[in-house]
């Protein structure tokens, strides 16, 4: 049942972006944003969908760690969020630019864009993603995980070769309604066979129920600055530049966080039913398709596991889209100087974006099988990505033209701090310091000098 729902699933999908682009997109304005008319509706569907594709991950963690889960993969993301929302949405979209590099060389020139755009094509590549959807075919099928992995990445990108944007959104409608539908059945099953807060408290090990899962606080606040990756998040810059207007980009993302609490209140139970009842489960990361093969009845099964494949695959395919695009057009385009900032381009920059969907694909492939952890994709990226974007993107958007080389070099030089950091980690903290403090601290003093320099030159 699960694998004949999954298949219908997957030729739904194929059906619809078929029946809704029987033409290619015509022109980077169209493929990359959309024509610029997202509509409030379908950016916030979107923008839900695609952050919320690490969904076996937010079941590892809470199965390990308990409600922390939400003070964790929660409350940061709301606050930089709602920041984003206020100070940040109406500037991206009155940019008029089509990709966060256009931003920055708008700023600071060529070489500060090309700095950043290596960075995003290393951030938006979907390895922790693809690497989920491989688990989760390999816990519905039986397949071996490469197979999985290579499956699930090839239907995520498929129907986007054609459509662009508009691909990715009209999926991610479909996606959102059942990505909420598999949790609003699992939960309440739960609750009625086993009970509610009574049970858990009397099942769940030690810590599971306490504010830091007995972490510690070192262990929580970590992720309010991993966190601050979303001030720099490639999938709110797209949305945002693609939105019909600001009040949409702005009101989209405030509508997102709404949904985003009702939806980590449901996938948070859901860890906590998973560990109560499943304690002894050898992979944590299928602590939910787990739990459903457990509480569910077979229909009821594959509708859960086709609503867990269609919130791995929303994110998939926005960010190999959002990676083709920073690949194709952000750096080879650059690189070649083919490409004008601020000019709404042609069809010339398309045939290399498609093609740098299949570079996009086979590397996200390639890093998905080398990891083992959702959860330390997520903060090495995280560490790295942010100490790169996050003041050039601030000082662009306040309109500060600085030395374009100098902030080059700044974002190279952080970058390169924060990724020695956690080599001489092994992937983790060195010195009982996390890699993104360090390069924090080298990007802000880096910044802070160019600034000076500037000044004393005038």
């Known amino acids: 049942m699960t694998a004949l729902a999954g298949v219908i699933y997957t030729l739904f999908l194929l059906y619809a972006v078929g029946r809704l682009f029987r033409k290619s997109a015509s022109g980077a304005v169209e493929f990359i944003v959309a024509s610029r008319g997202l509509t409030l509706p379908a950016f916030t569907a979107s923008l839900v969908t695609t952050w919320y594709g690490g969904i076996l991950g937010v079941g590892e963690y809470t ?74 075919l390999n816990f519905a099928t039986g397949w ?62 030690v810590g599971h129920l306490k504010w830091d899962g007995g972490l510690g606080v070192q262990a929580i ?16 810059y797209q949305r945002c530049f693609a939105a019909k207007t600001e009040q949409t980009a702005r009101w989209g993302i405030v509508a997102a966080i709404g949904l985003w609490m009702v939806f980590d209140f449901l996938t948070t139970t859901a860890g906590l039913y998973a560990q109560a009842l499943l304690p002894d489960l050898a992979d944590p990361v299928q602590a939910f398709p787990a739990l459903a093969a457990h509480v569910l009845p077979p229909f009821w099964q594959g509708v859960f596991m086709v609503a867990l ?35 709404e381009d042609t069809e010339s920059s398309l045939p290399m974006i498609r093609a740098s969907l299949s570079v996009t694909a086979l590397l996200a492939v390639i890093m998905a099988l080398l990891s083992q952890s959702v959860i330390s994709l997520w903060k090495i990226l995280g560490s790295l990505g942010t100490p790169v974007l996050l003041g050039p993107i601030l000082l662009a958007h306040w309109g500060k033209s600085l030395n374009g080389s100098r902030v080059a070099g700044v974002m190279i030089v952080s970058g390169l701090t924060a990724g020695g950091w956690l080599l001489l980690g092994g992937g983790g903290s060195w ?28």
């Open 221 to 236: 606040a970590i992720w309010y600055f991993i966190a601050l990756s979303t001030l720099v998040e490639p999938a709110f």
């Open 144 to 205: 071996p995980l490469w197979v999985g992995v290579t499956l699930g990445t090839a239907l995520s990108v498929g129907y986007v070769y054609r459509g662009g944007l508009r691909a990715v959104v009209a999926t991610d409608i479909i996606q959102f309604f059942l990505m909420f539908l598999g949790f609003l059945v699992l939960v309440p099953v739960c609750v009625h066979r086993f009970g509610g807060l009574e049970f858990l408290q009397a099942n769940l090990p």
């Open 309 to 343: 494949l269609a919130t791995i695959m929303s994110t998939v395919d926005s960010y190999a889209f959002i990676c083709a695009v920073t690949l194709g057009r952000d750096v080879v385009g650059r690189w070649r100087g083919k490409l004008i900032p601020g000019a």
């Open 63 to 136: 199965f390990l760690h308990g409600v922390s889960n939400w003070l964790v993969f929660g409350v940061p993301y709301y606050l930089y969020a709602a920041i984003f929302a206020l100070f940040l949405a109406g500037r991206a979209r009155r940019s008029e630019v089509l990709t966060v590099p256009d931003l920055l060389e708008n700023n600071f020139g060529r070489p500060a864009a090309l700095a950043a755009a290596g960075m995003m094509f290393i951030m938006t590549v979907p390895a922790a993603y693809v690497l989920m959807l491989g688990v989760l």
């Open 431 to 458: 010195l009982g310091i996390e890699a993104i403090f360090p390069g924090l601290l080298v990007s802000g003093l880096g910044l802070c000098w160019v600034w000076g320099l500037e000044r004393r030159n005038r």
